[in-house]
């Protein structure tokens, strides 16, 4: 683990994210053979302004600990106040900079292989801006807890922290409240029927671009337009990643299915088409998959 900077506290020691100390936390050690690891968390007291045209490429969770700022992305503005806080997918387009005198903040940023799949599974199919109460101590503080345990013992493994990252996603869940009046994912209701569709036909071969359209009454085109706005990518591309993910489910289970009635189950008449996909997508064929985890 690479530290840049801390400063390091007596066990039982609070912390106080307002003293005026910035706190960044870099694992560098085996955290990647974890199926969802911290890549970095900190505070920043005096949050700068950043412009990511190509995006972090990790999952990157931003929220306001004190003052307000600016979230650009999609191309929609999103305020950031206290008690709010936004989910990045990697590799979107974004940037944000501070809306008062001051804007401190607190972030995490996540991967690993099973990353995509959990936050899928928890409901967060995209970039997504969240509210909580203020009476959610839980999830108000939990980045705090985590940056005390970090200070206060040598957690090189990131075991200790991929735990709290999880309990972290699960707190989000319990408490977190979209923005039902943001114009940024406004469209998300128009895309969430297929959504739901798309996870109980996926394994349907027949299914491609034109029956997606169908199912919302639209042009290819138009559904091309809303994945891009939502997930940064087309339909059909997400249609692909979502049959990698459940390919990927299936190749790590305990049955150790063959692979081609894995590619059969996940939407694929021919094995050879699945494994040429799926090594172009995850760097390893379906076998290297499957020793690998």
């Not at 050690?29 to 949050?47: D, F, R, T």
């Not at 671009?209 to 337009?225: D, I």
Request: net charge neutral; with cysteine; proline share 5%.
């Amino acid at each position: 683990m690479r530290v840049n900077p801390t400063n390091r506290l007596g066990r039982g020691n609070p912390v106080r994210l307002s003293d005026g100390r910035q706190r960044h936390f870099l694992f560098t050690g085996a955290q990647p053979a974890l199926p969802i690891y911290v890549e970095s968390i900190g505070y920043n007291p005096e949050q700068e302004s950043i412009d990511r045209e190509e995006g972090y490429p990790c999952f990157h969770w931003l929220e306001t600990v004190s003052g307000e700022g600016i979230v650009e992305v999609a191309g929609q503005r999103l305020t950031l106040p206290p008690h709010t806080g936004i989910l990045l997918y990697p590799h979107i387009k974004h940037s944000y900079r501070k809306a008062s005198d001051e804007w401190s903040t607190s972030y995490i940023t996540f991967d690993g292989s099973q990353a995509a799949p959990m936050v899928t599974s928890l409901g967060f199919r995209h970039s997504e801006w969240f509210k909580w109460e203020q009476e959610a101590s839980e999830l108000s503080g939990h980045l705090t807890r985590m940056l005390v345990a970090i200070e206060t013992a040598d957690d090189r493994s990131g075991l200790d922290a991929s735990s709290g990252l999880y309990r972290f996603l699960l707190l989000l869940k319990k408490y977190g409240q979209v923005s039902s009046g943001s114009s940024l994912f406004q469209h998300m209701e128009r895309l969430n029927p297929l959504l739901a569709w798309l996870d109980s036909n996926y394994s349907d071969p027949a299914v491609g671009l034109p029956e997606m359209a169908n199912q919302l009454n639209v042009s290819a085109r138009y559904l091309n337009m809303l994945f891009r706005k939502a997930f940064g990518m087309t339909a059909y591309t997400y249609l692909i990643q979502l049959r990698l993910s459940k390919a990927k489910e299936l190749i790590s289970g305990l049955e150790r299915k063959p692979i081609m009635q894995i590619a059969q189950e996940v939407g694929y008449r021919d094995a050879s088409h699945f494994i040429s996909v799926f090594r172009k997508a995850e760097g390893m064929t379906p076998e290297q998959f499957r020793k690998l985890h």
